[in-house]
Structure formats: C-alpha cells, structure tokens
C-alpha cells in the first residue's frame, strides 16, 4: 500500500481573484505561476480597446514598430524568470508495503510501467526522474548496508550497475563516466545510509556508417548526474535513484538534495 502525502509547501492557487486579469504567454514556464494584474491600472498595450481616445492613436507603422519590440524582449526575459522561479514544494511518498518513503517536487507526475518499483519525472525535463529499486526478498539477506563494503566500493558497484544498463549495440557510441562523490551518514532513524555521485557522458558519431574515419563526427549526446542513496532493512537493499542533466543539477541542486536526505527504509510488519 502507498500513500502520497503534501509537505513542505501549499498549492499554487489555480484561479486568479476577483478584480484581476490572467496574463498568458506564449512561452510556458517550468512551474506555471499565474501572473495578476489589477485592473485599476490604465491599460497601455495597442491592442486594448477598453479606453479608445483620439489621442490615444497609434499609426500603423508605430504599431507595427511596439509588436516587433515586445516580442523581442518578452523572448529575452521569460526563459530567465521561468527558471528563476521558487521550489514548488513537496510530495511524500510512503510505501508501507515494501517499506520505504521519500519526497519527490510535488509537480512531478508518476510513470507506470517504467520498471522500476515507483517512478516519477519531471513533466518538462523528461530526462529528470525519480526511482526506487529493491532487491529480491527471497535472494538477497542484507543485514546493513555495510554489506556492500565501504561507500567507495559501494560507489564502484553503483556505477556499473549503470553502464550495464547504459550498454549499447549502437557503432560509434562511447561512455565517459566518473564518481564525483561518495559518503556515509546516519540518518535521524538510527540506520546508515551511502550516498553516491555519479556523472556519464554519452557520445555518438553523426555518421555511424561512414567508412572514412574523418566522416565520422562525435558529438556529445547528453550529459548526466546520477544520484543514489543506499539502504538496508528487511533484509533487503533499497535504492533512490535520481537522474538529472547536469545543467539542470547546478540549478536544482539543493532541491534534489533534500530529496536524497528524505529517503527512509523501515520496517515492514508482517
């Protein structure tokens, strides 16, 4: 049995107040955030028909001139404010079933089918995700997760869990890959937990038939930072897996973070 419970922050209200008007953009943001204006405020763009006076004309070519110019700039400044905006909060997953939880950024959505015991992505970073992996309760009898050795070779075995699964068939595909970190800590639940860091780049040639080797162009395909924390309870090992590009890590990284330190194994009764 799971349950998804809100923390951390309230939701971002939907509706605008009375005596207000929505303000859209063709340039989503990341988080969406309602922009309100009051209505007091005289109205100053050319399309507004609300007040039309003689000497409120615009000539054609002027008005031509201010679109040109509001487009321009609304394309220089939204991206930047769509990132800048503030962390929308948390979700608390608990699995009392298998006997985890954790927080995930509650606009996130679940994925079913994806493998993993639970999955959740970012629905507009689709190469940002959120997983857990447990072993077999009927092959594997971990004690702690100091079973595994220390956090550096834990680190080693993380890592090529994921080339494994990272392996492909394709010519021309090369895999640079690096543990940026490892650590051990105990939690506030008396139990230790790893935590790893792992960065892999994947390149790939443009032309992956070409037989002269100056036709074949390598290019970088992506480049992520892989975050685990390590666990151990019912005789099992749990694992939180993150996955985020690493332009995207350097901005969110103490959300993830917080995410990581949230990560809880216990006790399954029964």
Request: net charge neutral.
């Amino acid at each position: 049995m799971a349950t998804i419970v809100d923390s951390f922050a309230p939701p971002i209200p939907t509706h605008p107040p009375a005596g207000s008007t929505r303000c859209t953009s063709p340039f989503p943001p990341r988080h969406f955030i309602p922009c309100l204006i009051n209505r007091s405020i005289h109205c100053r763009s050319i399309s507004c028909h609300a007040q039309t006076t003689k000497a409120f004309a615009v000539p054609r070519r002027n008005a031509v001139v201010l679109i040109l110019s509001s487009y321009f700039f609304s394309r220089v400044s939204l991206p930047d404010a769509a990132f800048a905006q503030p962390s929308v909060g948390f979700r608390e997953y608990i699995d009392t079933f298998d006997g985890y939880s954790f927080k995930y950024p509650q606009n996130w959505i679940q994925v079913r089918g994806a493998g993993a015991d639970i999955f959740f992505r970012d629905p507009y970073v689709l190469d940002e995700n959120i997983s857990v992996e447990l072993s077999s309760p009927s092959s594997s009898k971990y004690k702690s997760v100091e079973d595994l050795g220390p956090p550096q070779e834990a680190g080693q075995k993380v890592l090529k869990q994921y080339l494994t699964e990272f392996m492909s068939t394709r010519l021309g595909v090369r895999r640079e890959s690096n543990i940026l970190s490892t650590s051990s800590n105990v939690a506030d639940d008396g139990r230790t937990y790893y935590q790893v860091e792992v960065n892999i780049k994947s390149y790939a040639s443009n032309n992956e038939l070409a037989v002269m080797p100056q036709e074949r162009v390598v290019r970088l395909e992506w480049d992520r930072r892989y975050l685990s924390v390590l666990g151990v309870e019912n005789n099992r090992l749990y694992e939180l897996r993150l996955q985020t590009p690493e332009n995207v890590f350097l901005e969110e990284e103490n959300d993830l973070r917080r995410v990581m330190d949230s990560f809880r194994v216990n006790k399954v009764l029964g």
